[in-house]
């Protein structure tokens, strides 16, 4: 039993450092690519900002995780 929740923080931990990870990823491409230089910074603040309102406020972790993946995989998407 108290290895199952080893291995469960374990998974959980890696999974979150995956999530910032991708979300610091996400962070930088809107900062460094984002096609309005002078929105450049606003918009990843604004997405920064909005993936902890997600975090913070959406009830169910595996809600809050599939919204935060969808949230960082859809930055590029629309883009030529």
Known sequence: ??????LRFIARALAW????LCAAWAFGALFFDFPVVTLRAPAA???????????I??????EQ???VAVGCCTD?????
Do not use: Q, T, Y
Request: aromatic share 6%.
């Open 45 to 55: 603040i604004v997405f920064v900002l909005v993936l902890l309102v997600v975090v």
């Open 57 to 62: 406020f959406v009830r169910g972790r595996a």
């Open 17 to 20: 450092i995956a999530g910032v």
């Open 76 to 80: 590029g998407l629309g883009r030529d």
């Open 65 to 67: 995780r599939s919204r």
């Open 1 to 6: 039993m108290a290895a199952m929740k080893v």
